[in-house]
C-alpha cells in the first residue's frame, strides 16, 4: 500500500505553533486528526514501515500512522 506524507512547515517557533502534515492513502477518506504529532511520528511511521527499531526521537513520539488509523500489513515472505 502506499502512503504519502507532506508536511509544510511554517514555524514561528511558538508553543502554540501547527504545521500542516497531509496523509495521502486510500484507505483514508476525509480523516481530520486532532492528536498532537510531531516531526519524530513521521521518522517513527517510516520506522514502522521498515519494521526497525524507531531513531532519535521517533522511539518515544507518538504513531502516525496509528493516528490515522493505518496499520503496517505483514510483509509477504519468500517468492518474490
Not at 38 to 48: P, Q
Request: aromatic share 2%.
Amino acid at each position: 500500500r502506499l502512503v504519502v506524507v507532506v508536511t509544510f512547515d511554517e514555524d514561528d517557533h511558538s508553543d502554540s505553533n501547527r504545521v500542516l502534515t497531509v496523509v495521502l492513502s486510500p484507505a483514508l477518506h476525509g480523516r481530520v486528526v486532532a492528536s498532537r504529532l510531531t516531526h519524530c511520528s513521521i521518522t517513527r511511521a517510516a520506522a514502522e514501515v521498515l519494521k526497525v527499531r524507531p531513531l532519535g526521537c521517533g522511539a518515544a513520539a507518538p504513531s502516525l500512522l496509528g493516528a490515522f488509523g493505518l496499520s503496517v500489513s505483514s510483509r509477504p515472505t519468500g517468492g518474490r
